[in-house]
C-alpha cells in the first residue's frame, strides 16, 4: 500500500495483471477501513421484491431475467468495438442487429427538460415541502406520461437522469439544494421511492421510464466538486447519507444510479468498488446500472489525480462497478485497458449487459403495440389536466412562515390599491434542470389575473395600471444580486407609500448559487434587505414573499412584517398559487423540508459532512456542539424543520399504541386524532419521531419515522396511522466497534406534532433487541 494518506496511485510502470488487482484491492481496503463490511440485509433482496411482486407493482423477475438474457444474446453477436461504443452517452447504430442510436442525457427532474409544450412543477425541494406522497405518485406519473409522449413522437431516450437527486440537503450553502427532497433521510427516501415508482411505472413486462437516483454517495459542494474529498464518518454514512440511497434501491427498486465527481474518504466515488458494487449490489440488491457524472471518469486523473492516465481511470471505473461512462470515456480508452489487460472482456459484457437489460425492458427492442406505454398521446403534453395539477403543487408547496394578528388573506374587493415590489416580482424562475414551458406564471402575472386583469398578458413592470379593485403599482426596487440602486429603491418607495397593500417579492435565483456554484452566505443577495426596510418603512401593510430556491436568514423580516410566505420556485403555476394563497383563495399547507438557519454561524464549516457533533465522539470539546439538521443542531433555528402556518388552528388528542414493547420482528401501530378547530378548511401535516434510549453514543435529539397530510373540513376530526417496525433505521444506530448496525434496548419516547419542535402529543414504549 502506498504511504500517502489519500492512496493516491503512482504513475510507476508495474506489469498490468499486477497493476490491476492491486488498484482493486485498493478501492477495497480503503472503504472497508471506513465504513466497515457493513450489516445484512433485514430483509433479504429477494423477500423484498416478492413482497413488492405480490402487491402487484413493478417489472416482474422473470421479465427481468428474460430482458437480460435478451441483452446477452445481443452482446454475444456484437464484435467489441461495437460493445465499447454503447458504453457512452452518445451510442451508434448497429442497424445489422437492430440497435437505433441513443442518447442517454434525459432529464426530468420536476418535469420534462425540454423546450414546450411540457410541464414545469415546482423545484424538488418545494414538492418535498408538500409532504404529500399521493401528489408524487400524480406529478411523476405526468411527468413520465410526457417523457413517453416526447420519445414517442421526437425519439431521444427513455433512462432519465434524474429524477430523483437523494443526497441530503445538509447545509443550505450547497448550490444545488433546490434539486434535493431535504434534510431528512426518512423524507427524502420516502418521497423518493414514490418519484421512481412513478416514473417506472406498474407493468409486469415493462419499464415506462427508467429513473436515476443520485449522485452516490455524499455530495455536497460545488464550487470544487471536482477536486473535493468528502471525509465522512461511518456513523453519518451509514445512518444519514446513505438511508435514502438504500430506500431507493430495496423499496423503489431503482434501475440506475450514478455516481459523483468527488472523492469519498479518498477514493474517487466513480473508481470505488466497496461501494459501487460492495454495497449497492453484494448488500442492497441492486439490479440495473451504475452510470458516471458527466465526464466524472476523466475527473478522476485530471481533478484528483488518482491515477496517471485515462485508460488506468476507465479501467478502475469499470471494475469498481461502474457500468456506464457519461461521456466518451469509455468508448475512447476501454479497448486499449483491455489490450493492457487492465479490464477483460468479461468485465465489459457485464457491464454492457446491465445496461442493455434496462433498454430492452423500456421495449426498445419490441414491436409498439406489444409495449403498453407506446400508446401515451403527444396530448398529453402539458395538457389541461397536467397545468391544473401544477397549479395544485404549487399550491401544496407553498409554507406560510409568520401571519401575525392573522394579517393574511386580504379580501381582495376591499384594497384599493396594490403594490407589488422586488427583483423576484416579474420572474417565473424554475430552477435548474427545467423545461421550457409555454406557460410561465410570475407572482407579478398571477396578482394580475385575480386582480382583475385576466390571463391575455397585462401591463409591464413600469406600468400604473387601473381594474375594477383600483390601482396596481409595480416596481421592481432593486436587483437581485447587484449594488443598491438610489433611483430603484426610491420608485418602490413611492410606490408603497402610495398603495393601501404591498406585496414585496424577494429571494434569490441561480446567479446565486446553482450548479457549480454554492453559495457564501445565507442571507438574501445585494440590496434586498434594505429595499424589505426602506418599503415597510413607507407601508406597514406588506407581506414579504419569498421566491428562492433555498432557505434565506430573513431574522430583520421575521421580527418586523407582518406576514412573511415562502415559494420555493414553485413552477410554471407559482404566479397563480401566491395569489391564492395572499387573497384567500388557498389556505397555504405547506411545511419547510430543511432547517431554516439564521446564520452561518450556526453551521459548522461547509466541508464537514458529519451531521453528529465531533463526529459523535465523546466527551465533546468546547466548540465542537454544532450538530448539522434538526436532529442534533441544539440552537434555535429561524425556522425549524416541518414548521409551516395555517390560516386556521389544529387539534391533537388520543393518542393510542397497539402494543407497548417492540421485539425482533414486531411493529408498534400508533393512532391520533387530529381536529380542525378553526372556521377554514385546511391541510395539517402530522409528523411522528422518536427519541431512541439513551446509548453509549451520541442520538439524535428526534428523528422523523413518519408524516402524514390530510384535509379537514372546520370542525371535522380524522385519526391518523403510524407503524414503527422493529427493522426501522431510526431505532437502530451504527456501531464503530462491531461494523454493524445495533440496537440499544429501552424506553423509546414518540413524539407526534405539527413541527420537529412542536409536539402535541407524547408516548412512549419498551424496545428489545
Avoid at 427583483?423 to 434542470?433: K, N, S, T
Avoid at 445585494?526 to 424589505?532: C, E, F, K, N, T
Avoid at 439538521?629 to 425556522?639: E, G, I, R, V, W
Amino acid at each position: 500500500m502506498p504511504s500517502d494518506p489519500k492512496g493516491h496511485i503512482p504513475p510507476c510502470g508495474t506489469p498490468a495483471l499486477k497493476r490491476r488487482e492491486f488498484v482493486r484491492l485498493l478501492a477495497i481496503a480503503g472503504a472497508i477501513i471506513t465504513f466497515g463490511q457493513g450489516e445484512k440485509n433485514a430483509v433479504s433482496t429477494a423477500a423484498a421484491n416478492t413482497a413488492d411482486e405480490e402487491a402487484g407493482y413493478g417489472v416482474s423477475a422473470e421479465a427481468f431475467n428474460r430482458a437480460r438474457h435478451r441483452a446477452i444474446a445481443l452482446i454475444a453477436k456484437m464484435t467489441l468495438p461495437e460493445r465499447v461504443a454503447q458504453l457512452g452517452v452518445n451510442t451508434p447504430a448497429i442497424k445489422r442487429l437492430g440497435v437505433k442510436p441513443y442518447h442517454f442525457f434525459q432529464q426530468a427532474l420536476h418535469g420534462l427538460c425540454k423546450k414546450g409544450p411540457v410541464t414545469s412543477f415546482p423545484c424538488t425541494l418545494a414538492l418535498a415541502n408538500t409532504w404529500n406522497t399521493e401528489l408524487f405518485d400524480r406529478i411523476y406519473t405526468a411527468v413520465s406520461d410526457e417523457s413517453r409522449a416526447w420519445y414517442g413522437k421526437h425519439g431521444g431516450g427513455l433512462i432519465m437522469r434524474s429524477p430523483p437527486v437523494v443526497n441530503m440537503a445538509r447545509d443550505p450553502r450547497w448550490g444545488r439544494m433546490e434539486e434535493t427532497l431535504g434534510e431528512d433521510p426518512c423524507l427524502t427516501g420516502t418521497l423518493a421511492v414514490h418519484a421512481i415508482k412513478a416514473m417506472q411505472g406498474n407493468n409486469k413486462n415493462y419499464l415506462k421510464t427508467a429513473a436515476t437516483a443520485k449522485h452516490f454517495l455524499c455530495y455536497n459542494t460545488e464550487d470544487d466538486r471536482m477536486t473535493a474529498d468528502a471525509s465522512v464518518d461511518p456513523r453519518s454514512f451509514w445512518e444519514y447519507h446513505t438511508r435514502a440511497f438504500r430506500a431507493c434501491v430495496e423499496e423503489g427498486h431503482v434501475f440506475s444510479i450514478m455516481t459523483t465527481y468527488n472523492e469519498l474518504n479518498g477514493l474517487p466515488t466513480t473508481a470505488n468498488r466497496a461501494t459501487l458494487t460492495g454495497i449497492l449490489r453484494d448488500r442492497w440488491g441492486f439490479r440495473g446500472f451504475v452510470t458516471s457524472d458527466y465526464y466524472a471518469v476523466t475527473q478522476i486523473v485530471k481533478g484528483h489525480h488518482f491515477v496517471p492516465n485515462m485508460t488506468e481511470a476507465v479501467a478502475i471505473s469499470l471494475e469498481a462497478g461502474c457500468d456506464h461512462g457519461a461521456g466518451p470515456e469509455y468508448q475512447k480508452y476501454l479497448l486499449k485497458a483491455l489490450h493492457l489487460e487492465l479490464v477483460t472482456e468479461t468485465d465489459i459484457n457485464r457491464a454492457l449487459a446491465r445496461v442493455l437489460t434496462v433498454r430492452f425492458l423500456l421495449g426498445e427492442f419490441d414491436p409498439p403495440e406489444s409495449v403498453p406505454y407506446t400508446t401515451i398521446s403527444p396530448s398529453v403534453l402539458n395538457s389541461p389536466a397536467h397545468q391544473k395539477l401544477a397549479v395544485e403543487a404549487a399550491r401544496q408547496s407553498i409554507v406560510l412562515l409568520k401571519n401575525e394578528h392573522h394579517f393574511l388573506p386580504w379580501n381582495i374587493k376591499k384594497i384599493k390599491s396594490l403594490a407589488v415590489i422586488g427583483p423576484m416580482a416579474d420572474v417565473c424562475h424554475l430552477g435548474g434542470y427545467s423545461g421550457q414551458p409555454d406557460v410561465r406564471i410570475s407572482p407579478y402575472r398571477g396578482i394580475l389575473e385575480k386582480w382583475g386583469y385576466g390571463s391575455g398578458g397585462g401591463p409591464s413592470v413600469e406600468y400604473l395600471w387601473s381594474s375594477r379593485h383600483g390601482d396596481l403599482w409595480v416596481a421592481p426596487g432593486c436587483t437581485v444580486s447587484g449594488p443598491p440602486s438610489p433611483d430603484l429603491i426610491r420608485g418602490a418607495v413611492d410606490a408603497a407609500r402610495r398603495a393601501d397593500h404591498v406585496i414585496l417579492v424577494c429571494g434569490s435565483d441561480q446567479a446565486v448559487d446553482r450548479e457549480g456554484h454554492d453559495r457564501r452566505d445565507i442571507t438574501l443577495p445585494g440590496a434586498q434587505h434594505d429595499l424589505i426596510k426602506a418599503v415597510f418603512k413607507a407601508n406597514a401593510n406588506t407581506v414579504l414573499v419569498l421566491s428562492t430556491n433555498t432557505s434565506q436568514a430573513v431574522v430583520w423580516e421575521q421580527e418586523h412584517l407582518p406576514a412573511i410566505i415562502c415559494a420555493q420556485f414553485a413552477g410554471q403555476a407559482q404566479g397563480t398559487a401566491i395569489a391564492d394563497v395572499i387573497f384567500g383563495h388557498y389556505n397555504p399547507g405547506g411545511k419547510l423540508a430543511s432547517t431554516w438557519y439564521a446564520s452561518i454561524k450556526q453551521l459548522p464549516p461547509f466541508h464537514d459532512y458529519s451531521i453528529i457533533p465531533n463526529g459523535g465522539k465523546q466527551p465533546l470539546k468546547e466548540g465542537q456542539d454544532l450538530g448539522r439538521t434538526y436532529m442534533y443542531f441544539k440552537d434555535n433555528p429561524l425556522y425549524p424543520f416541518g414548521f409551516g402556518l395555517s390560516y386556521t388552528t389544529f387539534a391533537y388528542s388520543q393518542l393510542k399504541h397497539n402494543r407497548m414493547s417492540l421485539v425482533p420482528g414486531s411493529k408498534i401501530t400508533l393512532h391520533a386524532t387530529i381536529t380542525n378547530t378553526g372556521k377554514v378548511a385546511g391541510d395539517e401535516i402530522i409528523q411522528c419521531y422518536i427519541q431512541a434510549p439513551p446509548s453509549p453514543v451520541i442520538r439524535p435529539i428526534k428523528q422523523l419515522v413518519g408524516f402524514t397530510r390530510i384535509s379537514l373540513k372546520p370542525g371535522e376530526s380524522r385519526q391518523v396511522r403510524f407503524v414503527i417496525h422493529h427493522e426501522d433505521r431510526a431505532l437502530h444506530y451504527w456501531d464503530v466497534k462491531q461494523w454493524k448496525f445495533v440496537i440499544q434496548s429501552g424506553t423509546v419516547k414518540v413524539l407526534i406534532g405539527a413541527s420537529s419542535s412542536d409536539i402535541r402529543l407524547r408516548g412512549k414504549f419498551d424496545l428489545q433487541s
